[in-house]
């Protein structure tokens, strides 16, 4: 970071403590921005280890455009970087539930080792239209589920955006019946430090991988200078990102 976007990214800091009244000196500053890092590093590392996280990381691209003029214009300024994120998985799900990375290993397409006559069929996204089946009961005709949310959808636009006379009608709109409800949850989530990664290849979304790991307190589990080092060797842990490198 060049001098004049650290003396930018402290003045928006100091902005924004005057904002809330609060006038502190460029020491108090500092320690402020060291301590949170701090606490984040350590949510992150906590969270981590847990065993119990799931990654999502993303690029973006930054400009860094020079601040005196040159002769000549180059096209070095543009920065690609990675984003990433920690969150918890919720609806009580354990480091048991996870520790199942030996059997996915067994019935993958990708184990040399495996007889592909012992897998299972594969699936498709066909195979969800049959997740949950509809009623085969013809006593009492009625619309199916997809038929039912149009005609819900239907009513809606109907009563929001049709004639006036209409809009009284709109809390009378009964909801659809949940057919596998998933509970909602106040999920937090934990950035993670931005990575100087070009992840549009397939050796940056490893190291990409690696160092998202590694920030929440991950490493390889051969290495022995770290310690509280988890071993994951057993467990699955699910990541989310834009895989397709086109390579």
């Not at 984003?83 to 397409?109: I, M, N, Y």
């Not at 997809?146 to 819900?152: I, L, S, T």
Request: proline content about 4%; aromatic content about 6%.
């Amino acid at each position: 970071m060049s001098h004049d976007q650290m003396r930018k990214f402290y003045q928006k800091v100091i902005n924004t403590l005057a904002c809330i009244r609060i006038s502190i000196s460029t020491d108090s500053i500092n320690a402020t921005i060291r301590s949170l890092s701090t606490e984040s590093q350590n949510t992150l590392q906590t969270l981590g280890k847990s065993l119990l996280a799931s990654y999502a990381y993303d690029n973006f691209d930054v400009d860094l455009k020079s601040q005196v003029p040159l002769a000549e214009k180059s096209n070095d300024s543009l920065k690609h970087l990675t984003s990433g994120l920690l969150f918890p998985l919720q609806h009580g799900v354990t480091a048991d539930d996870l520790k199942c990375s030996k059997e996915l290993w067994r019935q993958s397409v990708l184990n040399s080792h495996v007889q592909l006559s012992t897998l299972p069929p594969k699936r498709s996204w066909k195979d969800l239209l049959h997740i949950h089946p509809e009623s085969k009961d013809n006593s009492t005709p009625q619309l199916s589920r997809r038929n039912q949310f149009n005609m819900r959808m239907f009513l809606l636009d109907l009563c929001e955006h049709g004639p006036e006379y209409f809009h009284q009608f709109q809390s009378k709109i009964p909801e659809l019946d949940a057919v596998e409800e998933i509970p909602l949850v106040k999920m937090s989530i934990t950035a993670a430090c931005a990575m100087d990664i070009n992840n549009s290849t397939i050796s940056g979304n490893i190291c990409a991988v690696m160092e998202l790991l590694a920030q929440g307190g991950v490493h390889d589990p051969t290495d022995t200078n770290i310690l509280d080092n988890p071993n994951i060797s057993q467990y699955v842990i699910f990541i989310h990102s834009d895989l397709g490198t086109g390579e």
